[in-house]
């Protein structure tokens, strides 16, 4: 009979494990707690009643900017949130505000959190991105290796409407147009080098510019002038061919 009441016992344990993890894990537990100890009773309510992508857009430097300070970056379980989220794939801290957010709205209306439908969205929305970071990290290592100090160079660079020259964070397939965009030749007067491709860069002695007046990040430069030009760019650097074609 005991033993019978033991396993009883045991069977209604592991059915309230069950239950806890069908439910929300854990850490986004935490972070309601967080949001309901440090969120006047008004303002959940008007968060609850936006619509949702309203309401977490609103809060991404209110609550979600204290979140990602006082739960994220310094709370007492901050390495236990960290944890979890890095180990769903989610490494930024925006991403895992929204999510909180997101979650924390839903929960108060009553409805799914679908966490791994929200997960699945950031790791889509990184991954050409990530890529893209990549093959401009190879993109430099190859730029750096190819050239040498005196070679001759052509650089192409996006011009804003400001009329100065500017980089993409990741956009390798934008189309030069000699009419607006920037064209310098120059010659290589140091390569610094680095283990990180970030890093590294040339120095180059401007010799010519397609248009005088147009800057470069919003500085004046001139032909006879040093330019400091980093590798890792959407700018196209190549050598300059005898027969002055691109």
Known sequence: MRF?????????????KSQNISGPPLELEISFEFI?????????????????????I?????????????????????????????????FHLDDMSSI??????????????????????????????????KNMDTLAIETFRSHQLGDTIQIEMPVSENNSAIDYQCN???????????LITGII??????????????T???LTKNHKDTEVFMNEVYPGDILLVKLKTCWRIRKKTTDNTK
């Open 4 to 16: 019978v009441l033991i396993l009883i016992s045991l069977l209604i344990f592991n059915s309230c």
């Open 36 to 56: 309901e100890k440090n969120w006047k009773k008004k303002y959940i309510e008007s968060f609850m009643a936006k619509e949702e992508r309203t309401a977490t």
């Open 58 to 90: 609103e809060q991404h430097r209110g609550m979600g900017l204290s979140i990602r300070n006082k739960l994220l970056r310094k709370g007492k379980k901050s390495d236990q949130m960290i944890e979890f989220f890095t180990g769903l794939g989610i």
């Open 100 to 133: 909180i957010l997101t979650s924390y709205h839903r929960h108060l209306n009553g409805k799914e959190i679908k966490l791994q439908e929200q997960i699945d969205y950031y790791i889509a929305y990184w991954k050409p991105i990530i890529e893209c970071d």
């Open 172 to 182: 390798m397939d934008w189309e030069f147009n000699d009419s607006t965009d920037l």
């Open 189 to 202: 007067t140091e390569k610094i080098n680095s283990e990180l491709p970030a890093q590294l860069k040339f």
């Open 204 to 206: 180059i002695n401007i």
